[in-house]
């Protein structure tokens, strides 16, 4: 059996909220997911990347929309080596820069410092006016993750 996890994270990696917001985002969250197991908020030393786990897909350019799934594999380890301090790269479709956090992912990936993980969420989906709401208590933007593992 597998288990399933919402993971927010803000869109700027080393983005950390004050306990006041965090708390309130955690708030809302923890409303919007009942039957959840468990909901958690926490910030880390260092960033860290978050997946989709057996959700993920794919991993496309943000300017050509090129499929770079197998390259992606090898700059993850290179930014890995570096704890993800940098990730910075040059897309090997177009030649354009971007970010590993920039990318496309099919489905959202990201990395962050700072993360709200729900435990069996018992929701599928949230739309985008309440990942605004759960931003703006946040005090700053927000992606959704949906892991499953």
């Keep these: 059996m597998s288990d399933n996890y919402l993971i927010l994270i803000p869109t700027e990696p080393t983005w ?4 006041t917001a965090a708390d309130k985002a955690g708030t809302i969250v923890a409303e919007l997911t009942p039957d959840a197991e468990e909901v958690e908020g926490f910030i880390l030393d260092e960033v860290e990347f978050f997946d989709a786990g057996d959700n993920f897909e794919s991993v496309k350019c943000p300017h ?3 499929d770079v799934t197998d390259w992606w594999s090898g700059a993850m380890d290179r930014a890995n080596e570096l704890a993800f301090g940098d990730l910075g790269v040059s897309m090997p479709c177009c030649g354009r820069p971007s970010s590993l956090n920039d990318l496309v992912y099919d489905m959202p990936q990201g990395f962050a410092q700072f993360a709200i993980t729900v435990t069996e969420p018992g929701i599928e989906q949230l739309d985008d006016a309440t990942l605004r709401r759960i931003g703006e208590a946040l005090g ?3 992606r959704a993750i949906w892991q499953k593992v």
């Design 16 to 19: 950390t909220p004050d306990d």
């Design 64 to 66: 050509c929309d090129a």
């Design 140 to 142: 700053h933007p927000v």
